[in-house]
């Protein structure tokens, strides 16, 4: 599937913040997605590596930015697809 088919069957959008990680940038868009107060979501790091997840984005050694790239997941019940350019599309599961 492409980034545009990707963003138009999103149903909510979440664009990380400069002093957010990546990991937080996921937690509050689905907790703004779904309703569901982060104190109730299972943790992330039980369905994805947080680590790996945040340095997948971050900086390269030399201190380029990593601009290509996304990465899928479900979490929560719902379809979470992180782009490297910061934007974190939700789409909950209406099962």
Request: glycine content about 6%; charged content about 25%.
């Amino acid at each position: 599937m492409d980034t545009s088919e990707i963003l138009e069957r999103a149903e909510y959008v979440y664009e990380i913040e400069s002093d957010e990680n990546v990991t937080d940038g996921v937690i509050i868009a689905v907790e703004n997605a779904t309703g569901i107060p982060i104190s109730e979501m299972p943790p992330l790091h039980d369905t994805v590596s947080v680590d790996a997840l945040d340095a997948l984005f971050s900086d390269s050694y030399n201190g380029a930015s990593r601009n290509r790239g996304r990465i899928n997941f479900t979490y929560c019940g719902c379809e979470i697809v992180v782009f490297s350019s910061g934007r974190v599309l939700v789409e909950p599961d209406r099962n």
